[in-house]
């Protein structure tokens, strides 16, 4: 869907507990791999925890995906909106 109405900016509300780093990573690069690096990703953690965050951005920036993971939707929204 994401393709089909050729959407550049994406935000997700993850409210599910964090994933083992072994899942996380895989799930970091299926995402890469599965054509979203044309898509700004917004992330909003309700679980945030700023070490695995950080960890799983990097994956994704390692991997050619411009995505943030933050705590609440105003940041979100901000990062997506900002150029």
Same mark, same amino acid.
């Given at each position: 869907?994401?393709?089909?109405?050729?959407?550049h900016?994406l935000l997700?509300?993850?409210?599910?507990?964090? @994933?083992p780093i072994? #899942?996380?990573?895989?799930l970091v690069?299926? @995402? &890469?791999?599965? #054509?979203c %690096?044309?898509v700004? @990703? &917004?992330?909003?953690?309700?679980y945030?925890?700023?070490?695995?965050?950080r960890?799983?951005?990097? %994956?994704? &920036?390692?991997?050619?995906?411009?995505?943030?993971i933050v705590? #609440? %939707?105003d940041? &979100?929204?901000k990062? @997506?909106l900002d #150029?």
């Amino acid at each position: 869907m994401l393709h089909r109405r050729k959407y550049h900016r994406l935000l997700v509300d993850k409210n599910i507990q964090a @994933l083992p780093i072994p #899942d996380a990573f895989t799930l970091v690069s299926e @995402l &890469a791999h599965s #054509d979203c %690096v044309a898509v700004k @990703l &917004a992330i909003t953690d309700h679980y945030y925890d700023p070490e695995k965050c950080r960890f799983e951005e990097m %994956v994704g &920036a390692n991997r050619g995906l411009r995505m943030t993971i933050v705590k #609440d %939707v105003d940041e &979100a929204e901000k990062w @997506l909106l900002d #150029d």
